[in-house]
C-alpha cells in the first residue's frame, strides 16, 4: 500500500513538473537563434562615439539594480558587445550558457530561464546611422606627441597584461598610477597600431572609460585587461 502511495506521488509530482516547464514553454515562446544582423536605428539627437559609450555605461551600471539577475545581465552585456563586434558565435555561445532565450531572435527581449524578462535598448546594440566624429579627436595630442615618465603622469609605474581580441595576443606594457584610461590607449596604440576609439578595456567585468584614472580602475601589476578591438564599420563594397 505505502509503496502505491509513493509512485502516485511521485508520478504526480512528474506530471506537475512537465505541466509547469509546459507553461512556461508556451509563455515565452520559442527559443530563436540570435539573428547576425545589426539593428539599424537613428538617434533623435546625433550621438558622439563618446556620448554612445556613456549612454551605454549608464545603462549597463544602472539596469541590474532594476529587476533580474546580475548574472544575466553581465551575460547580455558581453553578448552585445560579441554581436556588436560581428562574433555572432561567441554572442550565441553567451547566451546558450546563461540559459537565456530570444523569442524574437534579438536582444531586444530576452528571458532567463525562470522566465524574467530583459529588455536591452537599441543603443546597446548598434551604433545610430547618424553617429559623428569626436570633434576632440583631431585636436587630441599625438601618442608620440605625449612623453611617456613618471613625471608626466605621476603615480606608481605598474606592469599590466593586455589581451587583445583581435589577435588573441597578450601585450605587456607599463601604466602609471595617476594616468587616465586614454592615455594609456595612446601608448598601446604606438605598440600595436590600434587607434585608442578602436578600444574597449574591460576588467573586472566592467568597461573603462576613458576619463578614468588607472588606480581608479584598481588594476594592479600582473593583472590582465581585455582588449576588445572594434571591426571598421562597412562603407561601401568594392
Sequence with gaps: MFLYLSKCMHLHYSL??????????????????????????KSDVPLTEGQLRSKRDEFWETAPAFEGRKEIWDALKAAAYASENNDYDLAQA?????????????LLD????????????IYCL????NLIEEGSD?????????????????????SVKFRISSSCKDVKMSVFSKE????????????????????????????LNDKMKIEDAKLQSGFVV??????????KSD
Design 180 to 207: 587616465t584610461i586614454l592615455s594609456a590607449k595612446r601608448k598601446l596604440a604606438t605598440i600595436e597600431g590600434i587607434e585608442p576609439n578602436k578600444q574597449r578595456w574591460f576588467f573586472g567585468g566592467r568597461l
Design 16 to 41: 506537475f513538473t512537465l505541466s509547469s516547464f509546459l507553461l512556461r514553454t508556451v509563455t515565452l515562446g520559442k527559443n530563436q537563434p540570435l539573428k547576425q544582423e545589426k539593428p539599424k536605428w
Design 94 to 106: 553567451i547566451l546558450d550558457g546563461a540559459l537565456i532565450s530570444l523569442p524574437n531572435g534579438t
Design 110 to 121: 530576452c528571458y532567463d530561464e525562470l522566465g524574467n524578462r530583459y529588455q536591452l535598448p
Design 138 to 158: 583631431s585636436e587630441s595630442p599625438s601618442p608620440e606627441s605625449e612623453p611617456i615618465s613618471e613625471g608626466r603622469f605621476g603615480g606608481e609605474e605598474i
Design 226 to 235: 581585455q582588449v576588445i578591438i572594434s571591426s571598421p564599420t562597412s562603407s
Design 126 to 129: 548598434s551604433a545610430p546611422i
